[in-house]
Structure formats: structure tokens, C-alpha cells
């Protein structure tokens, strides 16, 4: 009877799985099927797990000292600015960390006493960053060459500094800033300002510009589809952990008893037929789950219950196990004096039978009858006559 091909089907969608005539079951990993959209994960298929998605921080460094460059396995990059890495050491300088430039340093004339204004960069500067005014005949002497900290002007013949450039844009996903590069305002989207820690509404992005934003700025995410279209999982969404999906093993019930039903997470229902589950303690059947015919079959193998013995006819009863037929007309052994019988697990059996044999012989199992022997010791032979010699027992005769 041929056996049974191995189940080499692993249910991980990222292997391709077969069977090798020397090796058996393979499972060669498919790195290219884990690609999780997500620029900054190293993507690849272990062998019995399946897709590893693992975060790598170095592909989110933005070569920008003053932010915290991370990879979240959801959202992508993450580069968190920490303006206190920005701090330039002088009090009148509002210190930020631009998420797209670095640091921003902005002159904040207020920090600095009513006679003086900030210009760190300026020659003569105090501890705080600041300086007296320069003497001035008009606004052309006065200027500093700063766009973000407005136009000095020259009053009284004293310059007076200028009123500092207001980007503030009224949302609070952006970070702010003015850039002395461009001399124009810096409006950063920060997503990480918009998320609601749900992931089952989507993913919110920080985007002004667009027309759905709400107070903040905030654009709403695309809520999760979790159905996986596999008929035995139940479906949910988790705010934390996202689409969840659970396997419901009683919805693969396939009516056959002899199965063993679950639900794959990947493929759907499996109802994989399990051969022990039909043993029917007969030694001598091969008992299978046959899913054709819809339970466990039972075949008898009357090779099973060969004894050896040609007296003995065997076969098996898939109800009493090995039946022998003994057939003692199998065992003549042509010899006349024997009872000659078939014996379960012994075969044939030649007993004599003296009785069978005329007065004074004896059955012999390979002469047949013979006569009776008058001695079987020396002693039985003596004629008490030392004269002539020890008479023997010879073959049973004096």
C-alpha cells in the first residue's frame, strides 16, 4: 500500500514550500513578501516565524544634530526635535530646534535691558547677548542685516531695534520659526503632534494646506480595514496594536470525525485528515481517515497475520483481528505411528503413539514402529558370570 505524501504546507505566506525526494519537506523564505511599506524597517521571512519587520534608526538620521532620529514600525521616521540642543549660550536668543533645518537662534530683543538689543554676533555684546544701540543719521546705519528680528530704525540719532518677524500660523502641528537663510517664516508639519494614539482611525498627518484640517491642522487618518477576507477569523481593531485578527477553529467543522479542523491565519479553514484518529485497535487492519468518503476506513491486511506456518490459513478479520484456519492434513508425515496435527503458533506437531505399534515395538517419530529395545544400561545385560567377559547395552539390545 503506498504511503501517505507529508503536509509540507507551513501556512507562512512569505516560504515557498515543497518536498525534496532526499531531504523532504523545504521551506525556502521569500524576503520580497514581508515588505511592510515602511521606508526604515529591514523587512525578511525567518523560517517557522514568518515576516520580521524590524526598525532600523539609522535609516531615519536626517544629518540634523538637534533632533532624535527614530523609526517607529507604524508611522515610519520619527525626527523628534530637542531644542535644548540648540541652547547657544546667550539669554536674549529664543533657541529651537527646526525639524527640517536644525537650530534656529532667534534674536528676542526683550530678553535685553530697554537701552541695548540682542546681537549676539556683534562685537562688544554683554553676557546675555546684548548691546548698546549704535548712533545713527538714518535707518541705513542702523541695519543689521537680520531679517527675522525686523527693521531697525534709527530714532533720535540712536538706532532702536526692530520688531521681530511673527511667524506663528495659528497651528499648533507646526513648528514655527523664522529663517535668516530664506528671510521667510518656517511652518514644520509635525505629524507626532496630531496622532490620537488610536491606530484603528488611521494614521493623522499635520497638513494646513489641506482642505479637511481641523483647528490644530491636523488631517484625519484613513480608518483600518481589518477584514482579511478568511471566513474563520474574527476581525477587530485594537487602538494600540491595530488589526487583530482571531482564529475561530469551530467555524471549519467539517463533519468528518476523523479530521483535525482549524483555522490558518493565512490560507483559512485546514481540515488535514489524522490516521490516528481511526484506530480501531485491530492489529492487523490499516486504518485511515479518508476524506472522500467521509470517516475512517478500516483495511483488512492478511499480510499482517502471516505466521510461517504452511498448516495455517490466515487472514485478518477487521472485526476479530488474525483468524488461522488449521488444516492438520498439511502435517502427514507418512510415518503411521504418529498423531499428526496442526498447532496455532507451532505449526505442525508429530506425537507418537506406541499403541499404533504390534507388542513389543514402539513408535519411533522417523522409523516409524520398531522393536522394542531390552536394555537401555549395561547393568540390565550381566549374567553375573565374570568368566565371560561385561556384557553391553548396544542400540538397545544385549
Not at 22 to 40: K, P, R
Not at 216 to 237: E, K, M, P, W, Y
Not at 313 to 331: F, I, K, N
Not at 367 to 391: H, L, R, W, Y
Request: charged share 25%.
Amino acid at each position: 500500500m503506498e504511503g501517505l505524501p507529508p503536509e509540507c504546507d507551513d501556512s507562512i505566506p512569505c516560504t515557498t514550500d515543497s518536498c525534496d525526494t532526499t531531504l523532504g519537506c523545504i521551506h525556502v523564505t521569500d524576503d520580497t513578501q514581508c515588505d511592510d511599506d515602511v521606508a526604515c524597517t529591514v523587512d525578511s521571512c525567518v523560517e517557522g516565524t514568518g515576516c520580521l519587520n524590524e526598525a532600523d534608526h539609522s535609516l531615519c538620521d536626517d544629518t540634523l544634530a538637534c533632533t532624535n532620529d527614530t523609526c517607529d514600525v507604524n508611522a515610519g521616521c520619527q525626527n523628534q526635535a530637542i531644542n535644548d540642543r540648540c541652547d547657544d549660550g546667550f539669554v536674549c536668543t529664543d533657541d529651537a530646534c527646526n525639524p527640517d533645518s536644525g537650530c534656529v537662534n532667534a534674536k528676542n530683543n526683550s530678553q535685553c535691558p530697554t537701552d541695548k538689543w540682542c546681537d549676539p554676533g556683534a562685537a562688544g555684546h554683554d553676557q546675555y547677548g546684548c548691546i548698546v544701540p549704535p548712533e545713527c543719521v538714518n535707518d541705513d546705519d542702523c541695519t543689521n542685516g537680520d531679517y527675522c528680528d525686523g527693521m531697525e530704525k534709527c530714532l533720535d540719532g540712536n538706532c532702536a531695534p526692530g520688531t521681530p518677524v511673527d511667524c506663528e500660523d495659528g497651528f499648533s502641528c507646526t513648528i514655527d520659526s523664522c529663517n535668516e537663510g530664506s528671510d521667510a517664516c518656517d511652518h514644520t508639519a509635525m505629524d507626532e503632534f496630531c496622532g490620537d494614539n488610536n491606530l484603528c482611525n488611521g494614521i493623522e498627518r499635520c497638513n494646513p494646506l489641506a482642505g479637511d484640517h481641523n483647528a490644530q491642522g491636523c488631517v484625519a487618518g484613513t480608518t483600518l480595514n481589518c477584514n482579511d477576507s478568511i471566513a474563520c477569523t474574527n476581525d477587530r481593531c485594537d487602538a494600540i496594536d491595530g488589526c487583530i485578527h482571531e482564529p475561530n477553529h469551530g467555524m471549519c467543522a467539517d463533519s468528518v470525525a476523523c479530521t483535525q479542523d482549524s483555522c490558518d491565519l493565512t490560507t483559512g479553514c485546514k481540515n488535514l485528515p489524522a490516521d490516528t484518529a481511526c484506530d480501531d485497535s485491530v492489529a492487523c487492519t490499516v486504518d485511515r481517515c479518508d476524506v472522500v468518503s467521509g470517516g475512517c476506513v478500516n483495511t483488512a491486511d492478511d499480510l499482517a497475520c502471516f505466521d510461517g506456518y504452511t498448516c495455517s490459513d490466515d487472514r485478518c478479520d477487521p472485526m476479530r483481528g488474525c483468524v488461522y484456519t488449521l488444516h492438520a492434513e498439511r502435517c502427514d508425515d507418512a510415518v503411521a505411528c504418529t498423531a499428526d496435527t496442526c498447532i496455532a503458533g507451532q505449526g505442525c506437531v508429530h506425537n507418537t503413539d506406541d499403541s499404533s505399534c504390534q507388542v513389543g515395538y514402539i513408535c519411533n517419530a522417523i522409523q516409524g514402529c520398531v522393536q522394542k529395545p531390552e536394555c537401555d544400561s549395561d547393568t540390565q545385560c550381566s549374567n553375573g558370570d565374570v568368566c565371560d567377559g561385561i556384557e553391553r547395552c548396544v542400540a538397545g539390545f544385549c
